[in-house]
C-alpha cells in the first residue's frame, strides 16, 4: 500500500482563478492517477501521469483546463484552470503499483474544491 | 467499453444484521474488480479485491464479497453490520489486459441503524 497525501485538503476560490493541487506518495510508483467526483457522483478519471511522459486525458477533460506535472514518482500536481462553479467537485490522486499482486488503486484523502 | 451498475441508491439495515450492497459489471476480458468504502469527508479506502482464484474474497473490516462469473456480479457482504459501517459504497472493475484504468460504479450508501 502507500500513504498518500494532498494539499491543500480543501478551498474556496473565485471564478476565473486557477488552483494547484499537490499530490505526495510514501513512495516510488509509477502510476498516478487523477480523478474527480462532482457533488454526490461518483469517481471520474481525468488523467493518467506516469513519471517521464506527457499526461494522458481521458475524453472531456484537456490539458489547457487540467494541466499536469509529474516531476519524479513521489509528486505530482493538478491544476484547475479558469475556474467556474461547475469545477465545484473533490479531486482525488490515486497510485498504482505494477506487477502482478499489485493491481490495486490507492486514494489519497481529496481535495474539496468550492468555486463562487 | 467496460461498465459497472450498483442498483441500489441507498441501502438500510439494522445493527448486527447481514448485509449486501449489490454490483454487476460489464468487461471485456477477464475482470478485476474491487470495493472501495468511502467515509465522510475522506478519501477512498481499498476494501477487497478479486483477481482469480476463489470466487470468495475477505477483506478489511469483516467484508467480503463473491465473484459470480456466470451472473457478471461481486456482491459485497458483511455477516453483521455495525454502525460504523455507514458510509457510501463503491464497486470498480478493469480488465486485465487494460492498463489500470478503472470504472467506478455510481456508489451505494449503506446506513446502518442502530
Known amino acids: 500500500s502507500a500513504v498518500i497525501s494532498q494539499k491543500p485538503s480543501r478551498d474556496i476560490c473565485q471564478r476565473g482563478t486557477s488552483l494547484t493541487i499537490q499530490c505526495q506518495v510514501d513512495s516510488q510508483v509509477t502510476m498516478m492517477f487523477w480523478y474527480r467526483q462532482q457533488p454526490g457522483q461518483s469517481l471520474t478519471l481525468i488523467a493518467t501521469?506516469?513519471?517521464?511522459?506527457?499526461?494522458?486525458?481521458e475524453s472531456g477533460f484537456v490539458i489547457d483546463k487540467f494541466p499536469i506535472s509529474r516531476p519524479n514518482l513521489t509528486f505530482s500536481t493538478l491544476t484547475v484552470s479558469n475556474m467556474s462553479p461547475e469545477d465545484s467537485s473533490i479531486y482525488l490522486c490515486s497510485v498504482a503499483f505494477t506487477g502482478q499482486g499489485k493491481e490495486t488503486q490507492y486514494f489519497g484523502p481529496g481535495t474539496r474544491l468550492l468555486v463562487l | 467499453a467496460q461498465s459497472v451498475a450498483q442498483p441500489e441508491d441507498q441501502v438500510n439495515v439494522a445493527e448486527g444484521n447481514p448485509l449486501t450492497v449489490k454490483c454487476t459489471y460489464s468487461v471485456s476480458g477477464n475482470p478485476y474488480l474491487f470495493w472501495y468504502v468511502q467515509y465522510p469527508n475522506r478519501g477512498l479506502q481499498f476494501l477487497l479485491k478479486?483477481?482469480?482464484?476463489?470466487?470468495l474474497v475477505k477483506g478489511s473490516y469483516g467484508f467480503e464479497a463473491e465473484f459470480n462469473k456466470s451472473q457478471t456480479s461481486f456482491h459485497l457482504k458483511k455477516p453483521s453490520a455495525l454502525v460504523s459501517d455507514s458510509a457510501l459504497y463503491f464497486c470498480?472493475?478493469?480488465?486485465?489486459?487494460?492498463?489500470?484504468?478503472?470504472?467506478f460504479g455510481p456508489g451505494t450508501r449503506l446506513s446502518v441503524l442502530p
Open positions: 470498480a472493475v478493469r480488465p486485465d489486459n487494460y492498463g489500470q484504468n478503472f470504472v
Open positions: 501521469a506516469n513519471q517521464g511522459s506527457e499526461a494522458t486525458y
Open positions: 478479486y483477481i482469480t482464484g476463489d470466487n
